[in-house]
């Protein structure tokens, strides 16, 4: 199967920068899209972006000018660049890669990661 492993998570002050990594190993051909979501304590899972195998980025408006986010494909990696931080981005962010197993799969399979928190105080 697929394994995603998120790092890059921790404490940080408001204004201050963060620089996620998701990595996707096992049975991995192709990735087809990864993204990035966060779930702050009592609220519910919400989408912050995305990036296709062509480099199409797709952001939440509140993260906007804000993230970044990339991958290297023959890595399998993806990553999520947060500069300005503000309290409100605090949540545990979690990877999500739409992968394929062998080529000519019709359909990718999604798989999701643990999670890396990150908080933002001062």
């Known amino acids: 199967q697929v394994r995603l492993v998120e790092s890059g998570g921790g404490l940080v002050q408001p204004g201050g920068s963060l620089r996620l990594s998701c990595e996707a190993s096992?049975?991995?051909?192709?990735?087809?899209?990864m993204g990035w979501y966060r779930q702050a304590p009592g609220k519910l899972r919400e989408f912050v972006a995305s990036?296709?195998?062509?480099?199409?980025?797709n952001y939440t408006e509140a993260v906007k000018g804000r993230f970044t986010i990339s991958r290297v494909i023959a890595k399998n990696t993806g990553y999520l660049q947060m500069n300005s931080l503000k309290p409100e981005d605090t949540a545990d962010y979690l990877c999500?890669?739409?992968?394929?197993?062998?080529?000519?799969?019709?359909?990718?399979?999604?798989?999701w990661g643990q999670g890396t928190q990150v908080t933002v105080s001062s």
């Open positions: 990036v296709t195998s062509t480099g199409r980025t």
């Open positions: 999500r890669a739409t992968v394929r197993h062998w080529p000519y799969q019709p359909r990718g399979q999604d798989y």
């Open positions: 096992g049975s991995v051909f192709s990735i087809d899209d």
